[in-house]
């Protein structure tokens, strides 16, 4: 199941970076509706937030609650992360989703059916026990799709 898992949140990186290679300058910097942030700085989060999207399924998987994880923090994160990389060129953000993604898919693979399995509170969905699996497929996994999607919609393709 890990590899699985892994083998889809690389898939999600993958389309995500074939599509960006080909963005013209002006593409990049479009905002995206509903988001307002640029292309490349989306791009840019997907990679830089993998690596803690991974640590919460690694939290749960270890049997411990999330906590002080909110929404509130997670919008403030992203405008702290707009703000630092609105300026962010292509070969940056791609350069960081490839290893970020190779990052996060090797510690999924890492993952044992029971880890997987394994549940605890999680503070951003009201302490709702979820399992690590869920977190991985709802967060790292989806994280590039949906933003690809807002993607192609800003850009018109």
Same mark, same amino acid.
Not at 13 to 19: P, V
Not at 122 to 139: G, K, R
């Given at each position: &199941? %890990?590899? !699985?898992? %892994?083998? @889809?949140? /690389?898939?999600?990186?993958?389309?995500?970076?074939?599509?960006?290679?080909?963005?013209?300058?002006?593409?990049?910097?479009?905002?995206? $509706?509903?988001?307002?942030?640029?292309?490349?700085? +989306?791009?840019?989060?997907?990679?830089? =937030?993998?690596?803690? /999207?991974?640590?919460? *399924?690694?939290?749960?998987? !270890?049997?411990?609650?999330?906590?002080?994880?909110?929404?509130?923090?997670?919008?403030?994160?992203? %405008?702290?992360? *707009?703000?630092?990389?609105? !300026?962010?060129?292509?070969?940056? %953000?791609?350069?960081?989703? &490839?290893?970020?993604?190779? *990052?996060?898919?090797?510690?999924? @693979? #890492?993952?044992?059916?029971?880890?997987?399995?394994? #549940?605890?509170? =999680?503070?951003?969905? *009201?302490?709702? $026990?979820?399992?690590?699996?869920?977190? +991985?497929?709802?967060? !790292?996994?989806?994280?590039?799709?949906?933003?690809?999607?807002?993607? @192609?919609?800003?850009?018109?393709?």
């Amino acid at each position: &199941r %890990a590899q !699985a898992l %892994a083998d @889809r949140l /690389e898939q999600g990186e993958k389309a995500m970076a074939l599509f960006a290679e080909g963005l013209y300058e002006a593409e990049w910097r479009k905002s995206v $509706p509903k988001d307002g942030r640029p292309v490349g700085v +989306i791009i840019h989060h997907v990679a830089s =937030v993998y690596p803690l /999207e991974v640590q919460l *399924a690694q939290t749960v998987a !270890a049997g411990k609650p999330v906590a002080g994880v909110t929404w509130d923090a997670v919008a403030q994160m992203n %405008a702290q992360h *707009a703000q630092e990389h609105r !300026a962010v060129v292509k070969s940056e %953000a791609l350069a960081l989703l &490839r290893s970020n993604s190779k *990052a996060a898919a090797d510690a999924i @693979r #890492a993952f044992s059916d029971e880890q997987l399995d394994a #549940a605890a509170p =999680v503070s951003l969905n *009201a302490e709702t $026990p979820l399992t690590a699996q869920f977190l +991985i497929e709802d967060h !790292a996994l989806r994280h590039s799709f949906h933003h690809l999607a807002g993607i @192609r919609a800003a850009v018109g393709r």
